[in-house]
């Protein structure tokens, strides 16, 4: 697809991302397969060589078939003249492309100055081409489809700064623009930064305070270590991961958007996983294909999750159960819902772990990146088996309970007898609407109401003609439905009988389930291309293999893995393929991404797209650097950690005024970048400030409402009679657990969390944005979120240091901003509190005492004010 | 550039200039002007959508709407759609089919109007005495006596009469018309909802949902009484001068944080979102304040009259709403407050009471202002009434069950004919017969007004072009159009 926002010529998109140096543009000379192609593939080819059948018999895949020429016209190319070359004369009359996005004036340009100077190309071309698409020499070697090269680390200047390698390769790269690293962050800085970062928490003032006194050598390093032993450190980093898998707690697509009430296991499978340091390797290898590992089919996974050496396994195939899926619910088309569930996979697969939009090749060759149709569709040959669109399986039939068989006859049990209260009530509500029917058959004429009762009698398809006549006459008298219209009392009795079944049933033991994906015993389904992506348009049947470009020896040709339950075995082979250290992607892309969250920016600033329109590695070598030290450590994420937040890069401040004039974008590293807390991270830390955070760990979601202004909050609907919300009711300590915790509902974000930046899970999202907007402020000065735990934070501050206002102060900010307040800091502060007091004493006077409530304390309220305004401040809301 | 995708739903409220975070300013004015309707949402990422205002596709004489929706079913038989034939043969058997939604209490017994009709204006057109002031006004408007949706249950009809088709989930009309044409104002959101003391309509959010359009075109709920917006009023104890302390000292600790790193623009950029929020308070708070309108406006709405006091001030709220570039305002009434299955012959005197006088004074206001003919008023409900009567158990207890095969509606200005009746039910007012409105057809004719056409005013949707009228055999019902 097309991801150019506007007509910027492709070239001058690449031409932009690269650092100054590298290359520029300039008259300097253009090739076809440098220069002119790209433009061809992604306006023409399309239709012009990569379908069955030539448009126009116009193929311009080579340059060699510009020489032949056009059906009709005159000849495509006349080398030395584009005016009398069709090929620009049907692109500047805006003939052609016949649909999509017209070819740019800069790129048009770029062909006739081609043109003119002589048309040339710099290789030998096939002398034959498959019909389809072609990848080049110049596709094979684009730089993340080549294998990881490891450098030698370089040589800087100033060594004192160099605390591992990272360091070098960045320093490097600084001193060549005359920079170096900002100063050293200070001890308060980098506490607050550090346990932001790995555990999504601001540190506790105790923490700051013993770290600040620690004088021993390895502080830092023990701070470190400290961070990520702590439950929370997995909370934070499974947070990442899920933006990536596209977590959420509801099926989307459908407009009910109904609940995937189980999604939490795998949830708190990845939690479970960072925690443990389980090798990223083994992580990924699960999530792809642990059903194949644990050698469960559909049919015996309902034995396997019982088995605790498999459960986990089958638990993290929840990953390919993330994607939006309609099945379950009424959509209007079922088979393009079931491809689009596949299709969504393939999305959050690819651009997780592969770093390509290989989506795009969905309909069409790929008019960037060297993925053709075909390669899309193998793609989908490894993961057809576990969803086979023709023997269909909807979530729930996807779900496997975690009943034991003794759980099983006791619910079986149970619901035996619950059947027999409500056919008891169905008896009843019968007995009733008879008897109000002998009451109403008597307001009827004497002569009809036997007739009347025969037809009542007569179910309703036997009914002559005569008898409907009766009864339209008389509506009414009918009384075989409705019992509560004629009579609530008796309506009452039924529904309470009815409550006896409910009340019985929820004394089953709970039952869980496990979320997985399987595939059924030896049924292989044969995968098609779909024309133009459309699945009623079925062409040549495909077998799976790896992308084309990516093929190594290890994967070609394409060899399922052995597995003793008689399922295809293709994505154990993949997964193992991917984890195998000579992929090219994976390792990049998992380092890359991990680098982002700790530095503010990858090294590839588009950590979804590898690929041609992606941004071209800022630091190629430290990103191959990285990738290989990961696979060499065995994939363990915290090693990486270590070896990142102990870089000089990692612990420098944010102030470099030389780095900021020469690197305003700070893509150099001359500073620590400056960045907002995100959306789970802000309302985590607002709660851990004001002292009502709620540290328990995992289960299933804490639930949300739509409260009746139309906010979702966490907390309980109540609803009156017609289903309304009348109030949400607070769920007591539940009210404060971590964001993380707070059920995904995919048609209702949280406010506060969508307010600042959380992403929609449609399918995935590989890169948040930090926007400032007016809506957050609103939030920040008048919500009651906000209110509320600023006056918690008041009432805490009163509590800890009593009746002392300037250390008030100053245990706000060792609270809130990990720092010492300067005097004049505090003087401000109590000037603002004197005055605000005053002020909000003068406004409880005009608007009176309040009906329920304590008295008004004025000074409470202007503490609680100051407390709303650091919350609310860029102190508070950035790391630095 | 290519920029990597963006997951967030938190779109620029307002976007020129407002935002300055990753949204860089040009991009937002690139994407001025842009067609609203057929943005291609890149593959892997939403587009970034904003409210800044969009040509439609051809010149449109609409600009802006007020939807004054009637939750119930008004009934069309007693208010706009005389009939000779339920009189004469009020009390007897009714001849036809006739579907129940209520069997209980069903009757086959004729319900003739007990109110009269009679013909107002220089146009003439019949309305029942419960509605005088909008017989002040009838050669304003356009009336529609031929609406049809076919679907009994309040839901769904609603669904069909906002979104276009029985489903819930979808968008909603002013969602659509946010989407397609932005906003006209910079410091009101596009699409504003004012609700009834008493609460919502049932179905509540459904009414101004943004069904899978981004949430930037959700509707804003205006509360029914003050604070009028959420997040727009400080804490009581806060208001006026705490509040003004309160940002002023947030701006110095800002600034003093931000001496620390400067040439950082996002700590520039939050320092005048705060100085934003503060004009968005003043600024919608301006616009809901209705104290500043002249005793004659005033009177001409009924605010002072308890009985059309509320109603009033909404209607009025509305028209400032509209008169400072807000696009789509929808006023609604609570519960199905038009739902008489019963005491109808006390109960809808008492809903046109409420309505009648401020809903024609909107019309006249808006004329008087030049802004009637750029502005739809719109008066309706989901579904009208049957002509046999529901509960016979006593007149006074008499009611009517729901119709959705014939009933009525009125619209005014922004393109519509003036002083014009449209189409007609059969002899019993229960099912339209001639020149009838689909719902799809009143949405693609609505469209038209503000320039937009139905079929290309689309949003990819799990990989479908999605539209208001959903590929349904919608009309634009030319014959509606001045």
Redesign the interface.
Known sequence: ??????G?SILA?MG??VLPGAWALGEEELFWERDIRPIFKAHCTACHGEEESLAGGVDLRLRRFLDRNAQGIGPLLVVGQPGASEVVRVIRSGEMPKEGKKVSEADIGLIERWISAGAKHLKPEPESLAPGMHITEEDRTWWAFTPVVVSEVPKTFDEQRVRNPIDAFVLSKLEEQNLSFAPEADRRTIVRRLSLDLTGLPPQREEVDSFVADTSADAYEKLVERLLSSPAYGERWARHWL?VVGYADSNG?????SLRLYAWQYRDYVTRCFNNDTPLSQFIVEQLAGDELAAATHDSTQQAVLDPAHRDQLIATGFLRMAPD?TGD?VPDIN??RN?VI?EEI?VVS?ALLGL?V??AQCHDHRYDPISQADYYRFRALFEPAMDWKIWRAPKEREYSLYTPEERAKAESIETQAKAIEASAQTMTKQFLDEIFEKEIVKLPEAEREPYRTARATTEKDRTEEQKTLI??Y??A??L??LD??DAAAQKKVTEKIGEATALRTTKPLEGFVMAITELKEKIPQTSLFHRGDHDQPKQVLEPAELTVLRAPEIEPFKSAEVSSGTSGRRLAYARWLTSGNNPLVARVLVNRFWMHHFGRGIV?????FGV???RPTHPELLDWLADTFVKSGWKLKNLHRLMVSSSTYRQS??N?MA?TVD?ENRLYGRFR?G?LDAESFRDAVLSASGTLNTTVGGPPVSIA?D????IVVGKEELDA?G??INVKSLGVDDFRRSIYLQVRR?H?VTVL?????????P????????????????????TFL?ENARALAGRLRKEVPGDARGQIQRAWHILFCQEPTNSDIT?SLL?LA??TE??R???QE?GLPKDGPP?D?HL??LA??C???Y????F??V? | ??????????????AGG??????ALA?LL?EEGLLAAPV?P???G?LRYNLLPKKPHYEPKAKAMISLFMMGGPSQMDLFDPKPMLTKYDGQ?FPGEIK?D???????KVFGSPWKFSPRGECGTQLSELLPHLGNVIDDITLIRSMHSGVNNHGQALYALNGGRV????PTLGAWLSYGLGSESQELPAYMVLAHPN??P?F??EHFTN??LP?LYQGT?I?PKEPRV??????????????I???D??R???EE??S?????H??Q???S??E???R??TAAKEALDISSEPPHIRKLYGVDNPQTSDYATRCLIARRLIERGVRFVQVLNS?QSWDQHGDLISALPTNCMQVDQPSAALVSDLKQRGLLDSTVVHFGGEMGRLPVLQN?AGREKWGRDHNTYGFSQWVAGGGFKRGFVYGETDEWSHRAVKDIVHHYDWHATLLQCFGLDHTKLIYKH???SASLTDGQEARVVTELLA
């Open positions: 697809m097309n991801r150019h926002p506007t910027f998109v932009a991302l933006d697509f459908a407009e009910n958007d309609g009424e393009l819902a689009q299709a999305k651009s939009t989506a795009c339209k006459k509506p009414s009918l009384a439905y409705s219209l004629y600033g588009t950590p979804g797209d329109l992606g941004e944010s102030r005024d900021l305003p400056l907002r739509r009746p202004a139309g906010r017609n309304d919300v048609t974000p969508d307010t600042f930046d959380a992403p929609v899970m449609t995935n999202c590989e890169f948040r944005n930090k926007t400032t907007v007016a809506t957050q402020s609103l939030l920040c000065l008048n919500d209110l401000k603002y005055e605000q002020a909000i003068l406004k409880q608007i008004p004025a309220d202007a004010s100051l709303q305004i650091f609310s401040s860029n102190r809301l950035y630095h | 550039m290519t920029r990597p995708a963006l997951c967030s739903r938190r779109h620029v409220l307002h407002f935002s300055l975070g990753t949204l991009s690139r291609k890149l593959i892997d939403p058997s129940y209520n069997l209980a209490q069903a009757s086959a489903t819930a989930g979808r609460g919502l049932t509540q959010g069904g899978w949430s709920l509360r959420l997040n727009l009023d400080p804490a009581p104890y806060l208001s006026g001068a705490p509040q302390r309160q940002i000292f947030l110095s600790f800002n944080y931000g620390d790193y400067p040439g950082e996002d700590l950029a939050r320092i979102s705060y934003l929020a503060a968005m308070q519960g016979d799990n990989g479908l």
